[in-house]
């Protein structure tokens, strides 16, 4: 017997036994291992597809936010403009309304300008008009002081008075 080669008995119970073991396998053991691994083949194609259909869901939602994102940035570009506009607006009609009762305020002080101009100007007037007529008197009192002067004036205010009364008729 040698080692390298098997007597034929030897051979023949190592096919015999390996047949039956090669057959209680196949009926028993191979179907229970191609199930198990056509069942980790399924779970793994399910899993490749449910990850890929995850990969699209988030493609999806990421485009979905980036569009939600765009739309906020425009309609806070437009917020931003409508209130920049509003604020120039509310400037342009304060500095209308304050030109305007600048106006309003300017045309009133030059009223009471003229009003107080008036005022004084009768005020000087009537003063002129007193002072006038202290000094008519002073110069006539001085003048007619005497008798011969006073018959003198009387004689030329009738005459006057005469004239008059002549030229209406």
């Known amino acids: 017997m040698s080692l390298l080669l098997p007597d034929a008995g030897l051979l023949f119970w190592m096919m015999l036994s390996f047949g039956i073991v090669f057959l209680v396998l196949y009926k028993y053991g191979f179907p229970v291992i191609t199930s198990m691994l056509d069942e980790r083949k399924k779970f793994i194609d399910d899993s490749l597809r449910n990850a890929a259909e995850a990969n699209e869901r988030l493609a999806r939602i990421e485009q979905e936010s980036e569009a939600i994102l765009k739309s906020a940035r425009d309609e806070q570009a437009r917020l931003l403009r409508e209130a920049a506009q509003t604020r120039e607006q509310l400037l342009d009609d304060a500095h209308r309304k304050a030109a305007a009762e ?19 100007i009768r005020e000087v007037q009537a003063q002129v008009a007193e002072l006038s007529l202290a000094i008519a008197e002073k110069v006539i009192r001085k003048e007619l002081s005497t008798d011969k002067s006073r018959q003198a004036y009387t004689m030329e205010l009738v005459d006057e008075a005469l004239a008059v009364k002549e030229d209406e008729q």
């Open 102 to 120: 600048r106006e309003k305020m300017i045309e009133e002080a030059k009223a009471a300008i003229r009003r107080e101009k008036d005022e004084a």
